[in-house]
């Protein structure tokens, strides 16, 4: 299977920068897909950024021009930097990826445990 440990969430206040990160480990033979959910409270869990192995990039359009997701291919890391942070980016942020483990020909979805990000006014 596959893991993700994510970290870099905290308290900043508007106007502030967090950089977020999702480190996957396990059998990992490809994956296709990588990207960032969120959750706010009460609310359901909505795309941020998505990141294709290609290299090609999705935001949501509340977040575009602020937040920028990349990798590290190295050490199989993804990162949303998150700038010009707001009140209501104020949410649980859950890294996913879609990959295939080795010895495996499914793909499947993987999640993080999340990470908290709180924006003060």
């Known amino acids: 299977q596959v893991q993700l440990a994510e970290s870099g969430g905290g308290l900043v206040q508007a106007g502030g920068s967090l950089r977020l990160s999702c480190a996957a480990s396990g059998s990992i033979f490809s994956i296709v897909t990588m990207g960032w959910f969120r959750q706010g409270p009460g609310l359901q869990r909505d795309l941020v950024a998505g990141?294709?192995?290609?290299?090609?990039?999705n935001y949501a359009d509340d977040v575009k021009g602020r937040f920028t997701i990349s990798r590290d291919s190295a050490s199989n890391t993804l990162y949303l930097q998150m700038n010009s942070l707001k009140p209501e980016d104020t949410a649980v942020y859950y890294c996913t990826v879609r990959a295939r483990t080795s010895g495996s020909y499914a793909y499947a979805n993987y999640w993080g445990q999340g990470t908290q990000v709180t924006v003060s006014s």
């Open positions: 990141f294709t192995s290609d290299g090609s990039t």
